[in-house]
DNA sequence: GGAAATAATGTAAACGTTTACATTTCTGGT
DNA sequence: ACCAGAAATGTAAACGTTTACATTATTTCC
């Protein structure tokens, strides 16, 4: 039951072509007429049909955002970011996620292709190369914390090994020796990136990594939980825990405390991506900080540089440093504590 | 430098009409062409301008979904319990989210006029029922915890009151008597409906609901955070704090904990939402259970059962339940400790 | 007052599909 | 071999816009 821009025309007794052009605010049109046109649209409640318009057009005023499955804090901050920038230039956001398999991206891929103007991805399988090999290179594409080897495309990486390695260091630093880690899904790029700076860390000195106590998880906090719990059939329980992300750092605390452990003084748990939530839980969280809000944002202005033209030529590649939240899960080590359970598993 | 229907027609040398139907699967067309077609279709990687097809077909195959601000876990949980169910119809989300105050939302939803098929609304202020007045009637609309004296919309509304009496209920048979209250923002209805859940415990059991150590926050950690700082002001600290949401919980365990007490034995503390870090902070949460991924997917298997006229009539009002999540962080009240901290303010 | 210039408005083609209807091509029965 | 009927394919209108170009109305200037 809606109208068209004909019922308008009639309506208001001008041709179409009036009422598109004040529709679209533009051109010289009376403002007699442009008022008149204005009451019968606002009487009639015409909104455009933007299927029409887009044919024709050949923009939509969207940008397609494509997510992995969404778990925790982390993806609905991007979203945050990305909703918040996109709005401000009156553009809106479509949002797909919840597609691990490159089968599923390929299809809301598809269904993107001219339902927006430009494209937001994250893709962060390491066997999503082929599929970002082939993604519409019509539009302005931004890929966010995925590996290609396509200079193509405009991306922005947090930079994971740069973190992961701050972070051992800092644990190093703090003298423990026997940090385990707790990963992302092995065919996670960020995950690799992560675990690459965790062990660069010990290599820079000299020290070898100790891949016995790397424990695979799936950024869920119940992974980080029974990562744990794996940690501790270990002879040996490492003085320290470094979960790849915030929410197994949550399901790691758990599980230590079950086992009877004090946290930091028994062992520290650090995390990664420094959600909001990390400040909050007790002992508070020490933490990679990513910026999550302004990943989402700055892949959004991006997209908007180069859809109006204002940033031309080759690809950019930005790279997001982070930096250490420290806070109250992690502790120097007493020299009293490592003895009782060190393992000579370093020079 | 994209190929249209008319492209693969030629290259097919059949009709553009042919080329339509082998698309759309339909119809008989002998499966010597269909194969040829479809050879075309393959080497040109052509797509239908969903433009052109929405334009005619007067459907977009999406749905979409309209939030308020996304803060913590909550809407993340929503969307995903949606995106699945959209997709096992080979359908899409539209998510427009961070909007609160009407005017936004009144552009989002001009924006989704004409692209989307159907909308799922959560508009949980209270000031939006005249929003929600003028919702477009020509699409399948759900209304997601939003009240509304407009019956015609179909809802699905949480059991707020209900699930805040229960868990009132609950510490009052712990033998709290001072529980403080942590509300969201006055103007969200959500919050309202908890509230008088919770004065209505009370009152129930001829007591009276002690209105100065209800506290507005406004479902952030932060909120919580600070409603504790100004309940530690008080003279006599209440021997529960019940938070709105799990968030705010959160920030309120970090305050309490600041201010030298233990959960739960010094203080009781719980939350509403049950979402999926609940159970992994500690001590575990003890929380209203809402079903939040399922009540994303409720509104869209209820929006496609109207899409597909299954479903006519009247409008339907979803009620969903709500439970207790009983875990660490109430705990029954020692005669001992009340005496310290009681004051007479129920007969 | 009237030509020239300018401003406002209108006409019609184009965008890329789907589909009712028209046409052509097959099939099988005589 | 021919025809009826069925099956496959093609033709063209329609969907609701925008906009180049054409037309008409208004202003400006002598």
Same mark, same amino acid.
């Given at each position: 039951?809606?109208?068209?821009?004909?019922?308008?025309?009639?309506?208001?007794?001008?041709?179409?072509?009036?009422?598109?052009?004040?529709?679209?605010?533009?051109?010289?049109?009376?403002?007699?007429?442009?008022?008149?046109?204005?009451?019968?649209?606002?009487?009639?409640?015409?909104?455009?049909?933007?299927?029409?318009?887009?044919?024709?057009?050949?923009? +939509?005023?969207?940008?397609?955002?494509?997510?992995?499955?969404?778990?925790?804090?982390?993806?609905?901050?991007?979203?945050?970011?990305?909703?918040?920038?996109?709005?401000?230039?009156?553009?809106?956001?479509?949002?797909?996620?919840?597609?691990?398999?490159?089968?599923?991206?390929?299809?809301?891929?598809?269904?993107?292709?001219?339902?927006?103007?430009?494209?937001?991805?994250?893709?962060?399988?390491?066997?999503?190369?082929?599929?970002?090999?082939?993604?519409?290179?019509?539009?302005?594409?931004?890929?966010?914390?995925?590996?290609?080897?396509?200079?193509?495309?405009?991306?922005?990486?947090?930079?994971?090994?740069?973190?992961?390695?701050?972070?051992?260091?800092?644990?190093?630093?703090?003298?423990?020796?026997?940090?385990?880690?707790?990963?992302?899904?092995?065919?996670?790029?960020?995950?690799?990136?992560?675990?690459?700076?965790?062990? +660069?860390?010990?290599?820079?000195?000299?020290?070898?990594?100790?891949?016995?106590?790397?424990?695979?998880?799936?950024?869920?906090?119940?992974?980080?939980?029974?990562?744990?719990?794996?940690?501790?059939?270990?002879?040996?329980?490492?003085?320290?825990?470094?979960?790849?992300?915030?929410?197994?750092?949550?399901?790691?605390?758990?599980?230590?405390?079950?086992?009877?452990?004090?946290?930091?003084?028994?062992?520290?748990?650090?995390?990664?991506?420094? +959600?909001?939530?990390?400040?909050?839980?007790?002992?508070?969280?020490?933490?990679?900080?990513?910026?999550?809000?302004?990943?989402?944002?700055?892949?959004?202005?991006?997209?908007?540089?180069?859809?109006?033209?204002?940033?031309?030529?080759?690809?950019?590649?930005?790279?997001?440093? +982070?930096?250490?939240?420290?806070?109250?899960?992690?502790?120097?080590?007493?020299?009293?504590?490592?003895?009782?359970?060190?393992?000579?598993?370093?020079?």
């Amino acid at each position: 039951m809606h109208f068209n821009i004909i019922d308008v025309a009639e309506k208001a007794g001008v041709s179409i072509a009036t009422v598109s052009r004040v529709i679209n605010g533009s051109d010289k049109v009376r403002t007699e007429t442009r008022e008149l046109v204005m009451a019968v649209v606002e009487k009639l409640q015409y909104v455009p049909n933007p299927s029409a318009r887009g044919l024709i057009l050949k923009r +939509t005023e969207a940008i397609g955002l494509l997510l992995p499955d969404l778990h925790g804090e982390f993806f609905s901050e991007i979203i945050r970011g990305a909703d918040n920038a996109v709005q401000s230039q009156g553009y809106h956001l479509i949002v797909s996620s919840s597609h691990n398999d490159p089968k599923e991206i390929e299809a809301a891929l598809r269904f993107m292709r001219g339902r927006v103007d430009a494209l937001i991805v994250m893709s962060p399988r390491v066997d999503s190369e082929i599929l970002l090999a082939n993604l519409p290179k019509s539009l302005p594409v931004v890929l966010l914390n995925c590996r290609t080897s396509n200079p193509h495309f405009d991306t922005i990486m947090t930079d994971g090994f740069g973190g992961a390695k701050e972070m051992t260091n800092y644990l190093l630093d703090l003298g423990h020796k026997q940090i385990a880690v707790i990963t992302g899904s092995q065919s996670n790029i960020e995950s690799q990136e992560r675990l690459r700076g965790y062990r +660069t860390a010990f290599t820079i000195r000299g020290m070898v990594p100790n891949k016995s106590i790397e424990f695979e998880g799936n950024f869920t906090q119940m992974s980080g939980y029974e990562s744990v719990k794996e940690i501790f059939k270990l002879k040996n329980i490492p003085t320290a825990i470094f979960a790849f992300n915030d929410s197994m750092a949550i399901g790691a605390i758990k599980a230590i405390r079950e086992e009877g452990y004090k946290i930091p003084s028994d062992i520290s748990v650090c995390g990664f991506d420094d +959600t909001p939530m990390a400040k909050y839980i007790s002992p508070s969280l020490t933490s990679v900080h990513v910026p999550i809000p302004e990943l989402g944002e700055m892949a959004i202005k991006r997209v908007f540089d180069r859809l109006q033209k204002r940033t031309k030529g080759a690809a950019a590649h930005i790279f997001v440093p +982070t930096s250490l939240s420290i806070r109250n899960s992690c502790k120097k080590i007493m020299d009293v504590d490592i003895s009782k359970r060190e393992e000579v598993f370093n020079k």
